[in-house]
């Protein structure tokens, strides 16, 4: 047989797999099936190798060529297009042939004529002729709509870098580039990002069907349901309602289905007619190794064609579509969509180096997304230096899989090292060690103010290493079953419901794992992870610690973590491995200073220290600090630096030292003076002077030192330094002669403070114009001095300074033994003023005066107030009591809108009620 021969008998079969009828040009029947492929068609230019018909219409041709070294059947398109343009035999029309093939015995190469811009691409197999009808009958091509029919996305409810990796896709589909690359952050959304993605695709771009790829069947259940808690921004309806989800779980593809979920893995196991070992499903591809026996190759499957999906999002793609498992991506005609946190050369290589968009784990820190982490380490002999047991020493000898024990001694002596440990050797003493530094580090120094564990999680090194863990963690924490729990996919208890458990509920605190939680699973309040398992691959590492980066607002971490105050704002990794030295990994802590305090950091940027580890040390701190201060704390800061955001003076300073940016600044300063530069050619003092210029741009604003005060003053309002080493013991019991010193330093400070701020503070403008005032005293005018009064230096809130006075001026403060409110401050800034001669709660002044109004009131009105109407007047004193005023708005509060609101004011007052608010407002405050 020649090599002609051979290939065209490999055609052959691959059409008659794919459902066409093939047949020789005498043996023509075009109704033998709906797919007709004719060998040896005459056309008006020669005999063309095979022409396809589908439904008796002749839509398509192929150029067939011998396998043989060196054939390029890139060279034949123009000869496959020729045939395209040629007349038929017998044919009426004279349009050219809109599908194009190019084939061996082994390659096939396929152009759609239709296409904006006709691209020839290689494809695993022929299409089914009912692919091609269905193509035929479209008024477009998918790509011709990708680039037409996409409309612009609603950035609403969508974060800056998921718009831009929805954009930059739709960009890349657009331009008909096969493979795109999306890397984003773990916790910036990357499924919810890709779900938008298909949405759009389905709706506008009219895909058929989109594989959504995993590569563990819990991340494809996660998958599903962030599939069915979608709601578009166009629809008020769930997707689930909108488009057929179908989550893979037999060798059936569902012809309806419009979103299939499927693990790499069986999905491999439909193409290669491997059977699937379920519990392969569970374990993610960078645990598993596959012989080189049971390797089988993809071969063409007709109930799953090579047209099957339009699109294959790969989540995780880092790591599940190499080697063996690539063949389920060469199987398919598809676009491919990569999502990952942690790419590496690799998958940068694979993906054509098209990164459609990029989010850094530094940028998602300094945006917010998520928080930033750092390193405790936990270092004991026995993990370090291994140890050695003698010959003919009774020990425990265990079975790893059942753990039936044996006692019996040692045939020789036995020396281990740290790597052996929990798997040929274990050692309990080391894991309880180890187990007993955590917890003593968590509640001593990370964190001591805490009364729970913090949601802690555990990387074990095998099943039986986290049973072992297990029973000593609840050993050293004194607590029972429901306290920490293993969440393996060979525990008995059902791991789904502990995951839920350790998810959103107060217990268990502690969860061990091998591999169930190490990737892609979410459990926000995680603030400690704890590293018992060294890892080998980078790419793995980043993807466990990544479990502890997601951000979460105060109020869903005090959901579990009962004494937490604010948002979460970083998370500690506690390395007992050895971990963080054993690997170079991409994204890297950035504290690197942790011991130097904010103010040094501050003034040290100030004076000129530039270093990498500064600057970004002072980013991490200002952008946790951005996420535990209030909105006044943040607006003070802001105003003290001209108007920039705490967070962004720390997004500053993190983008001010991105390398990638040192560089496209040194090509533009150098393209700028006229020199020709690249990446590779400029010079190291011009990529000095580039990051030189964008430091101290990022750095200005910290040359204030009312911007640095301000930060500083926000952090000590924020935080108390709780000494757990001195221990106090009680020695006099009554008030000192130092405390009586503070006291009166606390009322002249305030007396200084009311005069040096008369023209700043609206408040204080109603007590120093008096009697001529030209507003009325309000409530926030009141809480504005307060805040300003409360912060550092003076600290003086109400409560402090009334028994300030109470100590020093005894005899005339009145009303000592109440709580104070924030009303109260009025009494004490008109008793530093001199305006009134003893120092009393507001409430009572209010009180006194309303006495003495409200009789002469009722002189000057010949007639007194009604019942009704003076119970209404006490109402109202009431609430000028506790908010210093009263308008109209404040009828609509519980106290006066109980009572029939401003309605039944009116009624009783009528246009007079007016005239009385003022009266009170100004007779009852002044």
């Known amino acids: 047989m020649t090599p002609e021969a051979a290939a065209r008998q490999q055609i052959d079969q691959k059409l008659t797999q794919a459902g066409w009828v093939v047949q ?139 718009v831009s990796a929805v954009t930059g896709l739709e960009k890349s589909l657009a331009q008909n580039k096969p493979r795109a690359l999306i890397h984003m952050a773990t916790g910036a959304g990357k499924t919810f990002t890709a779900i938008t993605a298909v949405y759009r695709l389905l709706k506008f771009g009219q895909a058929r069907r989109i594989l959504f790829l995993v590569d563990t069947r819990n991340l494809g259940k996660q998958a599903h349901q962030e599939f069915a808690a979608y709601t578009p921004p166009d629809d008020a309806r769930k997707f689930t309602e909108l488009y057929n989800v179908q989550r893979l779980a037999s060798s059936t593809i569902d012809p309806h289905s419009q979103v299939c979920i499927s693990t790499i893995q069986r999905m491999y196991s439909i193409l290669s007619g491997e059977p699937i070992d379920e519990s392969a499903e569970d374990v993610s591809l960078n645990e598993i190794r596959q012989a080189a026996g049971q390797q089988k190759l993809v071969r063409y499957n007709p109930a799953v064609p090579v047209e099957t999906f339009d699109f294959i999002v790969i989540d995780e793609c880092h790591r599940s579509i190499y080697n063996l498992w690539k063949q389920v991506l060469d199987y398919f005609d598809a676009f491919l969509i990569g999502l990952t946190a942690t790419p590496d050369k690799r998958t940068f290589g694979f993906f054509s180096e098209n990164i459609v968009a990029e989010y850094s784990y530094e940028q998602s820190v300094a945006d917010g997304v998520n928080v930033g982490y750092d390193v405790y380490e936990i270092v004991t002999e026995v993990t370090q230096r291994g140890a050695e047991v003698k010959a003919r020493e009774w020990v425990d000898h265990r079975d790893r899989a059942t ?76 607590q029972g079953n429901a306290f920490c ?98 690997l170079k990994t991409e994204s890297r802590p950035l504290e690197k200073k942790p011991g130097v305090p904010l103010k040094d950091l501050l003034v040290g940027v100030a004076i000129g220290s530039r270093d990498d580890d500064t600057v970004l040390s002072l980013a991490s701190r200002l952008v946790r600090l951005d996420k535990q201060l209030d909105d006044k704390a943040k607006a003070r800061i802001q105003a003290a630096a001209a108007g920039i955001p705490l967070g962004e003076l720390g997004k500053a300073l993190i983008a001010a030292v991105n390398p990638d940016a040192i560089v496209q600044a040194a ?33 200005a604003p910290f040359d204030k030192p009312e911007l640095r005060d301000a930060i500083e003053n926000a952090r000590r309002e924020r935080e108390q330094l709780i000494d757990h080493i001195n221990l106090d013991t009680v020695v006099v019991s009554d008030f000192s ?190």
């Not at 591999?515 to 018992?532: N, Y």
């Not at 020709?676 to 964008?694: G, K, V, W, Y």
């Not at 028994?803 to 401050?825: E, F, H, I, W």
């Open 485 to 582: 729990k293993k969440v393996t996919y060979r525990a008995e208890e059902d791991p789904d419901s502990v995951l839920a458990s350790f998810r959103n509920d107060y217990n268990p605190r502690i969860a061990v794992t091998v591999d169930m939680i190490a990737t892609g699973t979410d459990v926000k309040p995680l603030e400690v992870l704890l590293f018992m398992r060294d890892v080998r691959s980078r790419g793995y590492y980043e993807q466990m610690k990544g479990r502890g980066v997601r951000s979460l607002d105060a109020d869903g971490l005090r959901r579990v973590s009962n004494s937490a105050e604010g948002a979460k704002s970083r998370f500690v990794l506690i390395d007992a491995v050895g971990v963080e030295k054993s």
């Open 737 to 926: 002669e130092q405390a009586d010193a503070q006291a009166r330093a606390a009322t002249q400070g305030f007396a200084e403070y009311l005069q040096r701020h008369r023209d700043e503070i609206a408040a204080l403008g109603f007590f120093y114009e008096q009697p001529y005032r030209r507003r009325a005293l309000t409530f926030d005018m009141i809480d504005e001095l307060h805040e300003h009064l409360a912060r550092p230096p003076l600290m003086l809130t109400t409560e402090r300074l009334w028994n300030a006075y109470a100590r020093v001026q005894a005899s005339q403060v009145k009303g000592t033994d109440r709580r104070r409110q924030l009303t109260d401050l009025v009494s004490l800034v008109r008793f530093a003023l001199g305006l009134d001669g003893e120092l009393k709660p507001f409430a009572d002044e209010v009180d006194k005066r309303f006495q003495t109004w409200i009789f002469r009131h009722n002189a000057q009105r010949g007639t007194a107030f009604t019942p009704e109407q003076t119970e209404w007047l006490r109402l109202m004193k009431d609430h000028i009591a506790s908010s210093c005023s009263i308008g109209r708005d404040d009828f609509d509060l519980a106290e006066l809108a109980d009572r029939g609101g401003l309605q039944r004011a009116w009624g009783l007052f009528g246009k007079e009620l007016d005239t009385l608010m003022d009266e009170m407002n100004r007779e009852l405050v002044a």
């Open 403 to 478: 753990r039936k024990k044996r006692w019996a001694e040692t045939e020789e002596n036995v020396d281990y090292t740290g790597r052996e440990l929990d798997r040929s050797v274990v050692n309990l003493s080391q894991i309880r060690q180890v187990i007993q530094a955590m917890k003593t580090a968590v509640e001593t120094k990370i964190f001591p103010a805490r009364k729970e564990t913090p949601k802690t999680l555990i990387f074990a090194k095998t099943d039986s290493h986290a049973d072992d863990i297990i029973n000593i963690l609840r050993e050293v924490y004194g």
């Open 24 to 162: 020789d040009l005498k043996a023509l029947n075009p109704s033998a099936g709906m797919g007709v492929a004719v060998r040896e068609y005459p056309t008006d230019t020669g005999p063309a190798d095979y022409v396809l018909f589908v439904n008796r219409n002749a839509v398509g041709v192929i150029e067939a060529k011998k396998d043989a070294a060196g054939e390029n059947l890139t060279d034949v398109e123009r000869q496959t297009e020729r045939y395209a343009a040629a007349g038929l035999k017998w044919r009426k029309e004279q349009t050219p042939l809109r599908f194009l093939f190019e084939a061996t015995g082994q390659i096939i190469r396929f152009t759609d004529s239709a296409d904006p811009v006709p691209r020839s691409r290689e494809v695993f197999h022929f299409f089914r002729p009912e692919t091609l009808a269905a193509w035929a009958a479209q008024p477009d091509t998918l790509r011709g709509r990708l680039g037409t029919r996409m409309p612009a996305l609603p950035v609403e409810n969508l974060r800056d870098c998921q």
């Open 667 to 699: 090509l533009a300063a150098a393209g700028a003076k006229g020199i020709t530069r690249s990446e590779d050619t400029l010079l190291p003092e011009e990529i000095e002077a580039a990051r030189a210029q964008r430091v101290a741009a990022a750095c």
